[in-house]
């Protein structure tokens, strides 16, 4: 079993920034895929960033050059820094990660609890 913590939200003002992180722990061989995604109220749970374990990104349009996603393979960690935060940036914003617990193991995904972002003056 794989356990992830997510850390980091909170309530910021527009234009300010916020570093999450997504810690995993328990039986894991490889981490494959790490994925942010959010969900605001009343809408649908979307992308936000990706990183392969090859460190390979991925941005959805409404964040490039404003997020980086990133990840430290040593300490099973991902990272989303959020630089110019804007109002329409407030959800949940939840970690996703592919993991295998042996070499031969299947890749399972595991999901964060998630972490509330509030961009409000």
């Known amino acids: 079993q794989v356990q992830l913590v997510e850390s980091g939200g909170g309530l910021v003002q527009p234009g300010g920034s916020l570093r999450l992180s997504c810690a995993a722990s328990?039986?894991?061989?490889?981490?494959?895929?790490m994925v942010w995604y959010r969900q605001a109220p009343g809408k649908q749970r979307e992308l936000v960033a990706s990183?392969?374990?090859?460190?390979?990104?991925n941005y959805a349009d409404s964040v490039k050059g404003r997020f980086t996603i990133s990840r430290d393979n040593a300490k099973n960690t991902l990272y989303l820094q959020m630089n110019s935060l804007k109002p329409e940036d407030t959800a949940v914003y939840s970690c996703n990660v592919v993991v295998s617990a042996t070499s031969r193991g299947a890749r399972i995904p595991y999901w964060g609890q998630g972490t509330q972002v509030t961009v409000s003056s």
């Open positions: 328990g039986s894991i061989f490889s981490i494959y895929n």
């Open positions: 990183i392969t374990n090859g460190g390979s990104t």
